[in-house]
């Protein structure tokens, strides 16, 4: 693993995407940031974190193994690698909130900002961007967020959080074909809400009751409605409420 270490970026992504257009990247490399000015979270949101009490980096990877009908499958497994990672460290009842954020019970600990680039020649270029709130402990204003140290009264050492992230990926590189269909299942394993009655709103603001059964492959969420018609969803068509 090559890490770089900044005191401060605007956006760890955008610093990996920079320097891969000026220089050829080794596969994992990780940049991490004490303070980013400008995290990025999903759809365009922002990722908000104190500086040098959380963790907030980025992987590039660039392999010819990784085919588009793999993308979500991707997402999938860098999910299980959080989780797995978290649970290392001895954290409990770790779930999967569709499709990539992490939580501690039902509070957001960590979330997940993918980034691909698809190249003339079909090969991908991926810039996996990782927010973890590890030592931060106000969170006003954001109310389903918290952090490890809040959550379990762990005070767990950020590199050597990241350099554990870090190595679990590439572990599950190795064979990363042979392997999907099993992150698949994982990934559903610690599904959060996954087979249990939640409320849900719409883009229209309206909310109605579901039983979360699956995320397909194409990343859209399956909700079996109260007339048991399946519904599939995707990214900001739903949220969640909890």
């Not at 994982?186 to 909310?207: D, G, I, P, Q, W």
Request: some cysteine; glycine content about 4%; charged content about 25%.
């Amino acid at each position: 693993m090559n890490l770089i270490k900044l005191s401060a970026t605007t956006s760890t992504n955008d610093y990996l995407k920079q320097l891969s257009a000026k220089q050829s990247l080794k596969d994992f490399t990780a940049v991490w940031a004490e303070v980013q000015t400008k995290g990025k979270g999903q759809m365009g949101t922002q990722w908000k974190a104190e500086a040098s009490k959380n963790l907030t980096f980025s992987i590039f990877i660039n392999k010819k193994e990784l085919l588009i009908n793999d993308l979500f499958g991707l997402n999938c497994m860098i999910a299980n690698t959080l989780v797995e990672a978290f649970e290392y460290f001895k954290l409990t009842n770790i779930y999967i909130k569709w499709p990539n954020d992490i939580l501690s019970y039902n509070k957001k600990i960590a979330g997940v900002l993918i980034e691909n680039n698809i190249k003339t020649d079909g090969s991908i270029q991926t810039i996996i961007g990782i927010g973890i709130n590890v030592l931060q402990t106000d969170f006003d204003g954001f109310p389903n967020a918290s952090s490890i140290l809040n959550q379990y009264g762990k005070e767990i050492d950020r590199e050597e959080l990241l350099i554990k992230i870090v190595s679990l990926l590439e572990d599950r590189f190795v064979n990363f074909q042979e392997t999907i269909e099993k992150e698949w299942q994982k990934y559903h394993e610690h599904l959060f809400r996954k087979e249990v009655v939640s409320t849900f709103e719409n883009a229209e603001k309206e909310k109605f009751n579901g039983i979360i059964k699956e995320v397909n492959r194409q990343g859209q969420l399956v909700v079996q409605l109260e007339d048991d018609d399946l519904k599939c969803f995707n990214l900001k068509e739903i949220k969640l409420l909890y």
